[in-house]
């Protein structure tokens, strides 16, 4: 039974990062993504079958073309359904299923989709960003006040890290950023939010490093730097490790999300 769960939750992942994929374009495009509107390609705007949206397999099956005018698909759809794919097996191998297990699917969701349309557009849509970090508060009210107060505790700090930082450079940083890691906080409590935090901007500041060290960007040339992604394997990885990495800092304290 646990390899069937464990195959499940793969599938569930990489049909959320297809999904996902689907409300990300479709926003910036400023098009709906739900109702009866159905998939369809971009370039011959044939409608899609179903055998044709199976996450990663149809991918493959057709080479990375459409099937009708056999136009490159980008393969931003492949990589993000693979992302899918190895977020739900890491977190079903974390929390098995539990509360914990669907509140990590909420702020994996949140996480990609933030992602996205910032990488796309530099975008962060306020919608997204919050409705995952109060959609987890609801549940943690059911599960105690202490459980409940760590997620507010940890929407504020999130939000009051960026405004403060935005106030401070005079807008050296969205307000998109703050809402994002308001959201997530929602979802990971005040400890692991401030451990994403670190360790988003760690990793975004050593990958700005490695760019200005090839030439990739320059200083004082006004570049933008899409910081959400960063954040986002930041937080990711403080939900799935977090512990690890606090004991191995030297902070022998089991933290939970619930």
């Known amino acids: 039974m646990k390899n069937e769960l464990l195959i499940f939750s793969g599938i569930l992942g990489?049909?959320?990062?297809?999904?996902?994929?689907?409300?990300?374009?479709?926003?910036?495009?400023?098009?709906?993504?739900?109702?009866?509107?159905?998939?369809?390609?971009?370039?011959?705007?044939?409608?899609?079958?179903w055998y044709?949206?199976?996450?990663?397999?149809?991918?493959?099956i057709q080479f990375g073309r459409c099937r009708n005018c056999h136009e490159k698909i980008s393969i931003r759809y492949l990589l993000v359904e693979i992302i899918g794919l190895c977020a739900g097996i890491i977190i079903y191998l974390k929390f098995k299923i539990s509360f914990e297990y669907f509140i990590a699917l909420i702020g994996f969701s949140s996480f990609l989709l933030n992602s996205l349309t910032d990488i796309e557009t530099g975008d962060v849509f306020d919608l997204y960003a919050l409705t995952p970090g109060v959609t987890c508060l609801i549940i943690k009210l059911f599960l105690g006040l202490n459980?409940?107060?760590?997620?507010?505790?940890?929407?504020?700090?999130?939000?009051l890290i960026f405004a403060l930082i935005i106030l401070l450079t005079r807008g050296g940083m969205g307000w998109g950023d703050a809402t994002f890691m308001a959201g997530a906080g929602g979802?990971?409590?005040?400890?692991?939010?401030?451990?994403g935090f670190y360790l988003g901007i760690m990793l975004g500041g050593f990958c700005v490093i490695i760019l200005l060290?090839?030439?990739?960007?320059?200083?004082?040339?006004?570049?933008?730097?899409?910081?959400?992604?960063?954040?986002?394997?930041?937080?990711?990885?403080?939900?799935?490790?977090?512990?690890?990495?606090?004991?191995?800092?030297?902070?022998?304290?089991?933290?939970?999300?619930?």
Not at 33 to 49: M, N, P, T, V
Not at 221 to 245: D, S
């Open 213 to 258: 060290l090839i030439g990739k960007i320059h200083l004082g040339r006004g570049e933008k730097i899409f910081l959400v992604p960063f954040l986002a394997i930041g937080n990711f990885t403080a939900m799935i490790y977090g512990n690890e990495i606090l004991k191995f800092l030297g902070y022998d304290v089991l933290i939970q999300m619930i």
């Open 147 to 159: 459980i409940f107060l760590d997620g507010v505790y940890g929407m504020c700090a999130g939000f």
């Open 52 to 60: 044709e949206l199976i996450p990663i397999i149809s991918y493959l």
């Open 14 to 49: 990489a049909s959320l990062g297809s999904f996902l994929n689907v409300v990300a374009h479709r926003s910036i495009m400023g098009r709906s993504w739900f109702g009866a509107s159905r998939s369809e390609c971009e370039a011959c705007h044939k409608i899609l079958k």
């Open 187 to 195: 979802v990971l409590g005040l400890k692991f939010i401030l451990l």
